[in-house]
């Protein structure tokens, strides 16, 4: 297509960017569960994310009822015991510069939506234990990729997790991203068949929005496109 006949974003591109603008990361949910054959159209939407050589390395387990609520129980006995954290990824090495600083801003953020004030270590505890509960989701997701596919393999994966959260989105279904609950793959491992051969990603746990639950009322930003691209022509 010629640019310079384009005079209006088409409609795809339109409605794409609602859903980019709109999507969030709940951190409140319903209890209500969301209907299987909705998720299994998000499921089926997401499967058509782009994969180096189109090896599609994501396997998916999703949890719900009796089987969530086993693995909530295990993750929050974990939690209290004080036990290291043991990802089968690398967590980043360090925050720094204005990485630090979107990561700061992010917590005081979510903080102050839901009334934890600046040096209160027992309110922001109580709300790091709800990454662990999955804020109450009625289904997780566990994404995991083939060791052998390496770095590669976990970025498709990432691929995956951004278009199964969108998909999500446009079927009227919030979700959350959650890299903490890959802190004890041996719990999660407790509860799913999963080979020795697969790395544990990430979890993405989702349901419908709790409205009004204070924590929904906080955005993060996004950092202007000046300091992020580079144009050589």
């Given at each position: 297509m010629n640019s310079a006949t384009v005079t209006a974003p088409p409609d795809e591109f339109v409605c794409l960017d609602s859903l980019l603008r709109r999507r969030h990361s709940c951190r409140a949910f319903l209890p209500q569960p969301v209907p299987r054959e909705v998720i299994q159209q998000v499921l089926a939407?997401?499967?058509r994310t782009v994969s180096w050589c189109n090896a599609q390395p994501w396997q998916v387990h999703i949890l719900s009822g009796?089987?969530?609520?086993?693995?909530?129980?295990?993750?929050?006995?974990?939690?209290?015991?004080?036990?290291?954290?043991?990802?089968?990824l690398d967590w980043p090495r360090e925050w720094r510069g204005v990485y630090q600083a979107r990561r700061r801003s992010c917590g005081?953020?979510?903080?102050?939506?839901v009334g934890v004030k600046k040096g209160d270590r027992e309110g922001s505890a109580r709300q790091a234990i709800e990454n662990f509960r999955m804020f109450s989701a009625p289904h997780l997701a566990i994404v995991s990729s083939d060791e052998a596919l390496g770095s590669h393999g976990v970025m498709d994966c990432g691929a995956w997790v951004s278009n199964f959260m969108l998909a999500a989105c446009a079927a009227g279904v919030s979700t959350i991203a959650q890299a903490a609950l890959a802190s004890w793959p041996d719990v999660l491992r407790k509860h799913i068949d999963l080979s020795t051969e697969r790395r544990i990603v990430c979890g993405v746990s989702f349901g419908f929005c709790d409205t009004k639950h204070?924590?929904?009322?906080?955005?993060?930003?996004?950092?202007?496109l000046d300091g992020l691209v580079t144009w050589l022509d």
């Open positions: 939407a997401a499967q009796d089987a969530l609520e086993r693995l909530r129980c295990d993750m929050l006995d974990r939690v209290k015991s004080n036990a290291p954290s043991a990802p089968e005081w953020g979510l903080y102050r939506a204070p924590a929904n009322g906080f955005r993060t930003t996004r950092a202007a």
